[in-house]
Antibody, heavy 126, light 108 residues
Framework: QLQLQESGPGLVKPSETLSLTCTVS??????????WGWIRQPPGKGLEWIGS???????YYNPSLKSRVTISVDTSKNQFSLKLSSVTAADTAVYYC??????????????????WGQGTLVTVSS | DIQMTQSPSSLSASVGDRVTITCRAS??????LAWYQQKPGKAPKLLLY???RLESGVPSRFSGSGSGTDYTLTISSLQPEDFATYYC??????????FGGGTKVEIK
């Protein structure tokens, strides 16, 4: 069974860089048809896609965050990571990593998040 | 950007009720829509994709329909474990993915 686990500091100071890592177990991050994504959810609010990465390193980001986001992958460790720079209180959220299935199956295009980590709360505060 | 608007934002229902949640896109999305269920303190769970296709292991009381800009998630007979918040997500504008604002289903 595929499992994802986020790790990283739970408290980040304003203007600093938020850094999180997602460790994938029970499957290879190098599988074809799958990207690996980050999604966040401010307390009491909805979901926001941050960006996704393929095992080759190909990335795509939410334009609203693109100038501050870097997602990278380490296939040797079966991990991918998120860096969000110049954080403010508005970046306080639960951050989820997820498997991003992106393919065409002869009937439909599919681009969904089918396995998720448990999420980690990151608070931006001095 | 494609905006996704869910309605209602919350609803109260009883066990056994038929529940319908609507998701409207700001432009046509050609069935490129998924639905997720999220329980408090938990990660979202994928329920349906391509507007109407059930993810493996999801009970058949969940169904989806729609076309163009308007889509619905229906729970045919609400069960106690279905009380949760539901989100739609469009992927027509891949690689830009957007979620709806959510619909909270509460116990009446």
């Amino acid at each position: 069974q595929l499992q994802l686990q986020e790790s990283g500091p739970g408290l980040v100071k304003p203007s600093e860089t938020l850094s999180l890592t997602c460790t994938v177990s029970g499957g290879s991050i190098s599988s074809s048809s799958y990207y690996w994504g980050w999604i966040r959810q401010p307390p009491g609010k909805g979901l926001e896609w941050i960006g996704s990465i393929y095992y080759s390193g190909s990335t795509y980001y939410n334009p609203s965050l693109k100038s501050r986001v870097t997602i990278s992958v380490d296939t040797s460790k079966n991990q991918f990571s998120l860096k969000l720079s110049s954080v403010t209180a508005a970046d306080t959220a639960v951050y989820y990593c997820a498997r991003h299935s992106d393919y065409y199956d002869s009937r439909d295009d599919v681009s969904t998040f089918d396995y998720w980590g448990q999420g980690t709360l990151v608070t931006v505060s001095s | 950007d494609i905006q996704m608007t869910q309605s209602p934002s919350s609803l109260s229902a009883s066990v056994g009720d038929r529940v319908t949640i609507t998701c409207r896109a700001s432009q046509g999305i050609s069935n490129s829509l998924a639905w997720y269920q999220q329980k408090p303190g938990k990660a979202p769970k994928l329920l349906l994709y391509a507007a109407s296709r059930l993810e493996s292991g999801v009970p058949s009381r969940f169904s989806g329909s729609g076309s163009g800009t308007d889509y619905t998630l229906t729970i045919s007979s609400l069960q106690p474990e279905d009380f949760a918040t539901y989100y739609c997500q469009q992927y027509y504008s891949t690689p830009l993915l957007t979620f709806g604002g959510g619909t909270k289903v509460e116990i009446k």
